[in-house]
């Protein structure tokens, strides 16, 4: 036991005053006059013994009542830890300003409990003490330490945010300010997925910290989780599926709820699903996309109280036509120049390799090198510039080609090298089902399946094997056509020539569709959308000077990127600027380049809590002991900050005691007789 005002415990000889009364009272004689002394003697026993017992039961009620109003007001208490220390001088407050503290409890809106908690323990200190916070947002104005007239006007200003901190982050964030001894409050309403105390070790005995719940009323959710299109391939005028996972965090299933999908401010469709308590379903949106352009998109449905995720952004684009430009060496190819030029999908262009204008590559989607001999060192720079930018290329070899100039070009684009030819006919035996140059073209697997026949084809090296996927394999082995992935570029490495004496590959049926979706897919396609705080970066769209400024723009919000080369690719920085979830243009020199989508981490929409018996568990189990959990909910704050500083304080139990000993004193004066 310990005393806040130990010098008062002089007072305890306060006592010797009721046992100074005491003894003047045994010499105090009455006469008591008798008609008859026939019993006196017996009289006299019955009340000497009574009188005593009664003066000893008021002797000691006075010196106990004495002694508990002295213990009263010298302030004991019992130290937490078998070291207590003085409370620190750098008072840390952590307010959870996640998007679950917007729940609402009995007491209000969490948040707002949580900053009226916060600004009453803080009226419990010192006023010269060091003041800090730390939000969600981890902001550089919180960076220093605020008065005591400073604070309370800080603490006012906090608002919602789309961040979330784990325990361990916000602990690190408190070392960045002070290697000082540190009081810490937690206020926050223990979400799981947020703030992630299993991940907790043990922490440096300098630092204290005092986690305050805050209940909420909320624990169901309903929420858009993911979305994805079902082919990667969107073209105008035909139909396209929009798949969406919902998960739903409550224990009440839901019956016949509508989902929305938006295109470009336009309601496209409605999706009804019903879903069973802590499931996760995948609902579709189908429509037909009559125009190209940028679609900008949002699936919406309604869900209390948390709203913050009822409405999840993506985004794409479907251009007008694809540009295709095949450059050959003596005379256009046929079976090329038949499936591009008569189709509206493509903008096609054939080429002789002596007349092509270096510029015109740059704008295109799929270059085709169709059996060219020679190539120049001009053509080999541009193609790299242009697959660096996303382009696709498919290469076919020539019987007569120059070594040293496809060597060349292989090494640049990191792609397997054309050896020795081979003029064994052999035929092609193996499809790769799977890739995702097939997608649509086969309902199912096929044994006996006409393949194309090779008269002629090159050996290549197995350098870049790791980066190959072989589309068409022969039945020696050798491959007949390999796609490889340069900087997200796709190259198709093709081991025989395009015409009738090498393969009959150019009149066989799966010619077209192999073609065909090589130009589809060589359409750069954007992420549908990224998160808030996870993506740092972007890729930049290609085809845009490198003098022009992006801008990421809303009605609210023009945020200046910052521009970096990774890897040889532009990309776009964002250095945490972004806040709020929505679909942004990207623009340069004034022109839309581009349509990027946001989403919250979807971290924050699961609603489990931990319960205060969870913490002290976890606590316990990691034998963190500077750590500890406010369990009284509506404990009054001034009792939290003496706990803190005190320990556990007596004074108020000896004061009843006090006014208790006082009471029997009262009641044996009045009620027993002597």
């Avoid at 078998?82 to 009995?106: G, L, P, R």
């Avoid at 090494?411 to 090298?417: A, F, P, R, V």
Wanted: charged share 20%; glycine share 2%; proline share 3%.
């Amino acid at each position: 036991m310990r005393y806040q005002n130990p010098q008062l415990l002089y007072a305890l000889f306060a006592i010797a005053i009721p046992i100074i009364i005491h003894l003047f009272n045994l010499r105090k004689y009455k006469t008591v006059r008798f008609s008859s002394v026939r019993f006196l003697r017996e009289i006299k026993k019955a009340k000497r013994s009574r009188s005593r017992l009664k003066n000893i039961l008021i002797l000691l009620s006075r010196i106990l009542a004495i002694a508990a109003l002295v213990f009263a007001f010298s302030k004991p208490y019992l130290p937490v830890q078998k070291t207590q220390k003085s409370i620190a001088n750098n008072i840390f407050f952590y307010i959870d300003n996640s998007f679950s503290m917007e729940s609402v409890s009995e007491d209000g809106v969490l948040i707002d409990i949580a900053k009226s908690k916060a600004e009453e323990i803080f009226q419990q200190h010192n006023k010269e003490s060091n003041f800090y916070l730390i939000t969600n947002d981890f902001s550089a104005k919180h960076n220093r330490a605020f008065s005591g007239v400073e604070f309370p006007k800080v603490l006012q200003n906090i608002k919602i945010s789309a961040d979330h901190r784990s325990f361990s982050s916000i602990y690190s964030r408190l070392q960045s300010l002070t290697n000082e001894q540190a009081q810490l409050y937690l206020l926050t309403d223990m979400q799981k997925s947020t703030l992630n105390i299993e991940d907790l070790a043990l922490l440096d005995s300098n630092f204290n910290a005092l986690i305050i719940p805050l209940s909420s009323a909320a624990n169901n959710n309903l929420y858009i989780d993911s979305c994805w299109t079902n082919s990667p391939i969107i073209q105008q005028g035909k139909p396209i599926e929009i798949l969406a996972r919902l998960t739903n965090r409550s224990d009440v299933e839901l019956n016949n709820i509508p989902a929305f999908l938006h295109v470009n401010s336009q309601q496209k469709a409605i999706s009804n699903f019903s879903i069973l308590p802590n499931e996760s379903i995948e609902i579709a949106f189908k429509f037909t996309p009559s125009t190209s352009g940028f679609k900008v998109c949002e699936i919406s449905l309604q869900d209390y109280p948390i709203s913050f995720d009822d409405n999840f952004y993506f985004s794409f684009k479907i251009l007008d036509k694809i540009k295709v430009l095949s450059i050959y060496n003596q005379k256009p190819n046929f079976a090329i120049q038949t499936l591009y030029k008569n189709d509206d999908a493509f903008s096609f262009e054939s080429v002789n390799f002596e007349q092509i204008k270096y510029e015109a590559i740059k704008n295109q989607q799929l270059l085709i090198l169709d059996g060219l001999s020679n190539i120049s060192s001009g053509l080999l720079q541009t193609i790299e510039t242009f697959v660096k930018e996303g382009g696709s290329i498919a290469i076919f070899p020539n019987n007569e080609m120059s070594q040293a100039d496809y060597k060349q070009l292989c090494n640049l684009l990191k792609i397997d090298e054309y050896q020795s030819m081979d003029t064994a006919r052999q035929k092609v035996n193996k499809i790769a089902y799977k890739h995702k140059i097939f997608d649509g073209v086969f309902e199912k697997q096929e044994d006996k399946l006409n393949l194309p026949i090779v008269s002629k084809h090159y050996k290549i090296s197995s350098k870049y094997n790791t980066n190959n996927q072989a589309i068409f394999s022969l039945e020696m082995g050798n491959d007949f056509l390999s796609n490889y992935n340069y900087n997200g570029a796709n190259i198709y490495l093709f081991t025989s020539p395009l015409n009738k004496e090498s393969s009959n590959f150019s009149n066989h049926a799966l010619f077209v569709p192999v073609m065909y979706n090589m130009a589809l897919m060589s359409t750069k396609k954007s992420a549908l959308f990224y998160r808030i705080g996870k993506k740092q970066y972007f890729d930049a769209p290609a085809k845009v000077s490198r003098e022009h400024i992006y801008h990421l723009q809303s009605e609210k919000f023009d945020i200046i990127p910052t521009e970096k080369y990774v890897a040889g690719k532009r990309k776009l920085y964002l250095h945490d600027q972004l806040k709020e979830a929505g679909n942004y243009k990207l623009t340069a020199n004034n022109e839309i380049k581009d349509v990027v989508a946001f989403n919250y981490k979807k971290a924050e929409s699961d609603p489990s809590l931990y319960s205060i018996n969870e913490v002290e568990e976890i606590l316990n189990r990691k034998n963190i002991n500077n750590i500890t959990i406010n369990k009284k909910v509506n404990q009054q704050r001034v009792d939290i900050v003496q706990q803190l500083s005190l320990g556990k304080s007596y004074w108020k139990l000896f004061i009843v005691l006090s006014l208790l000993f006082f009471l029997i004193e009262t009641l044996l004066i009045k009620y027993l007789k002597s």
